[in-house]
């Protein structure tokens, strides 16, 4: 036994070594892959924004809204730092309704979610009262739209502006009226809201310091669709140029009127009625050369390309055009965005002096500097006419 034991064995070697193999130690396991370095933890920036999503000027609200969307979107593919860390961008979007109330309760919901920055409100009956509360929390708060002077002139450090104010607005388009279309009475319409109110005031300051006549005063409110009694009154005091100040989901109906009574004169407003929709919202009630207004902003010479590139990508976006003031929301995300960036922080206590300090700001509407006030400067506004139901642009003025 033992001697067929050995020959199997010296069997099993003579057949190894004929195949030409050895008899090897087992290989040793494969290392591990090094682990991959953990990806930075992304920053998290929310930026809030608010504006009348619903009610008669939710046209305009999901305007600005939309430019906020852009500007978000494309600070997120850019892939900003912050403090080492990729942001990423959120809108918290808000509706107002164009109502001071629920206007203020928006923007304690957006303080609450401890947001970052705020873009808003549009109307200044809103952006007022909410400015209040956004100071108390130290959030700045950039408005895109709101023109009433006391919006900025309040003492808070938190409030900026992207547009020239009322004083500016109304003066021009006063001194327009006189000068440029010859007036000699004009009628004034607001409809008793802080921004309606604010502009029609400097409107009739301006009139009479050039030399025209205001014949009639009248309001109505911003919710209002017949001004039978009020355009009548005025149709007797024969005005050359009526003035409205307020927006034009009520100055569209207020055209119609003006012609069902017989009342040839020229229509003028604020940016307010300065919208794309005024000519659908009028209806045959709008002749050429009619309306007459002025939108809080405004660019020229090189910087018309970067605006007209805007409002085709955002038409190929949203399949709808531009209706005043989306990019100038556009341009307040950013404007926040490059501050945190040069401050290092998101931390509104600390980016808010750079913000504060911005100085040249390159943006589609234009050189972006704010100042001690928070007011941008060398506000432009841009005077239009309309024109076959369009938008015609006749100067843009400083």
């Known amino acids: 036994m033992q001697m067929k034991m050995k020959l199997a064995v010296i069997s099993a070697a003579v057949i190894l070594a004929a195949c030409g193999k050895k008899e090897e130690a087992p290989a040793p396991a494969p290392a591990a892959a090094p682990a991959a370095p953990a990806a930075p933890e992304a920053l998290v920036v929310k930026i809030g924004h608010v504006g009348p999503t619903s009610g008669a000027i939710a046209h305009l609200g999901k305007d600005n809204e939309n430019g906020a969307k852009m500007a978000i979107e494309e600070l997120n593919a850019a892939g900003v730092k912050i403090d080492g860390k990729v942001?990423?961008?959120?809108?918290?979007?808000?509706?107002?309704?164009?109502?001071?109330?629920?206007?203020?309760?928006?923007?304690?919901?957006?303080?609450?979610?401890?947001?970052?920055?705020?873009?808003?409100?549009?109307?200044?009956?809103?952006?007022?009262?909410?400015?209040?509360?956004?100071?108390?929390?130290?959030?700045?708060?950039?408005?895109?739209?709101?023109?009433?002077?006391?919006?900025?002139?309040?003492?808070?450090?938190?409030?900026?502006?992207?547009?020239?104010?009322?004083?500016?607005?109304?003066?021009?388009?006063?001194?327009?009226?006189?000068?440029t279309l010859k007036a000699k009475n004009v009628a004034v319409i607001d409809d008793r809201t802080a921004y309606g109110q604010g502009v029609a005031d400097e409107f009739e300051k301006a009139v009479a310091a050039a030399g025209g006549k205001v014949v009639g005063r009248e309001f109505t409110n911003d919710k209002a669709t017949d001004f039978n009694a009020i355009l009548t009154t005025l149709k007797g005091k024969k005005p050359d140029v009526v003035f409205f100040g307020g927006m034009d989901a009520v100055a569209g109906p207020m055209l119609k009127q003006m012609k069902a009574l017989g009342i040839k004169a020229k229509f003028m407003g604020g940016d307010g009625i300065c919208s794309s929709e005024l000519a659908k919202l009028a209806g045959d009630g709008m002749a050429d050369d009619q309306v007459y207004c002025a939108e809080a902003g405004g660019v020229e010479g090189e910087e018309k390309a970067g605006m007209e590139k805007f409002r085709a990508d955002f038409k190929a976006k949203f399949g709808t055009e531009v209706q005043v003031y989306a990019p100038y929301v556009y341009d307040a995300v950013k404007v926040i965005a490059a501050a945190m960036v040069t401050a290092n922080s998101a931390d509104p206590a600390k980016y808010l002096p750079a913000l504060a300090a911005t100085t040249g700001y390159k943006g589609v509407t234009g050189t972006i500097s704010f100042d001690e006030k928070g007011d941008i400067k060398n506000g432009a506004l841009t005077l239009m006419t309309y024109k076959g139901g369009a938008r015609t642009t006749l100067a843009v003025i400083r």
């Open 87 to 179: 942001a990423k961008f959120e809108l918290l979007a808000e509706d107002d309704a164009a109502d001071p109330k629920q206007g203020t309760a928006a923007a304690q919901k957006l303080i609450d979610a401890k947001v970052n920055g705020v873009v808003g409100h549009l109307n200044s009956g809103t952006t007022i009262p909410a400015s209040t509360l956004y100071s108390q929390a130290g959030l700045p708060q950039v408005s895109p739209s709101a023109t009433n002077p006391k919006y900025t002139r309040q003492g808070f450090k938190t409030t900026f502006r992207m547009v020239a104010d009322d004083v500016h607005l109304g003066s021009t388009l006063g001194k327009y009226a006189i000068e």
